[in-house]
Structure formats: C-alpha cells, structure tokens
C-alpha cells in the first residue's frame, strides 16, 4: 500500500531523520529571511534613491518580489515541519510503525495543509504578487531597466493577475 513507504522512512537511521528536520527548519529560516532582507533592503534603497526608484539589485536582482517568494519557502516549510517531525519523532505511528490515524496530529496536518494553500495561492502568489506585477508594468513599463529586469529575474510562484486584486488599486503597494 501507498503508506508502506512512509513506514519505511520512519524507521530510517538518526542521521537521516536529523538531516530531514535539520534541512525543513534551514529552508523555512532562509525562507523568511529572504523576505525579511528583501523588504530591508527594498527600503534602504527607496530611502536613499527616492521613492519612484525601481529595485533591481540585490535580493531583486533575482527574484521580481523577494519577501513574497521568501515568505511562500517559509510557510512551506513551516507546514511541512509536522510531517518532518512524525518523520523523525514517529509521532502518529504506533510501535509497529504503522500510521495510526486516531492520533490526534491528523486534525493539526489537515488545517495547516489548508493555512499553508491559503497564505501561499490565495494571497502571496495571487493578490500580492500578480497586483505588484500589474502596478510595475503601469509604472514602469517600457524602460530598458524595467525590460531587462523583467527578463533577467523571477516573479517567484505566482498566478494570473486579477485586474480587481486589492493590491492592484492600492498606490501603496508599489515595489
């Protein structure tokens, strides 16, 4: 059966299973910190060039919107943590090592799978990002930087821009 294989992972060596809550809480902190230093350094540069100023440098020269795909590894990580714990810790197996589903962590995985859908799809890479995306074209749209920028870095995770999104028509929002 399909649950035979996570029985086999729960019972891999201590050096495994540290690596796998190890590397899941690395990805979440440089997640988050991506974001943090993206909004950081978006700042510094708004404040010393203006505030009409395109960011195309550091963490921005990457990726289109870096505290929004920073945030999206973060909170990826952040629900995937559960999963890598049961891993490590065999939280919801039994002695045997079979799942045992009236654990109550079942009900815990089920909500943050449904958190973790809504932060990343419903916002980040859909109002955020798409709206930000729509507000750059408007603003900047058909200068050599902006173009070359636009070739040269990633949007991050994002879905179809929504000409009603609240960050579409919200002159606060830019960059």
Not at 65 to 81: F, R
Not at 96 to 110: A, E
Not at 147 to 161: I, Q, R, V
């Amino acid at each position: 059966s399909g649950l035979s294989g996570f029985s086999t992972l729960v019972t891999t060596s201590s050096a495994t299973k540290a690596l796998a809550l190890n590397s899941i809480l690395a990805l979440g902190f440089g997640g988050f910190l991506l974001a943090a230093v993206g909004d950081w350094y978006k700042a510094r540069i708004k404040l010393r060039d203006g505030a009409d100023t395109l960011v195309t440098s550091g963490p921005f020269r990457y990726f289109r919107h870096p505290n929004y795909t920073g945030e999206i590894i973060g909170w990826t990580a952040s629900c995937l943590l559960l999963p890598v714990l049961e891993l490590v810790f065999g939280l919801l197996t039994n002695s045997s090592g079979r799942i045992n589903t009236s654990k109550r962590l079942i009900p815990w995985i089920l909500v943050s799978g449904l958190g973790w859908f809504g932060i990343c799809f419903g916002v980040l890479a859909g109002e955020a990002t798409a709206g930000l995306e729509k507000i750059q074209k408007e603003k900047y749209g058909g200068t050599p930087e902006y173009e070359h920028w636009m070739k040269t870095s990633w949007s991050g995770p994002m879905l179809s821009p929504r000409s009603n999104t609240p960050a579409a028509t919200d002159p606060a929002a830019t960059q």
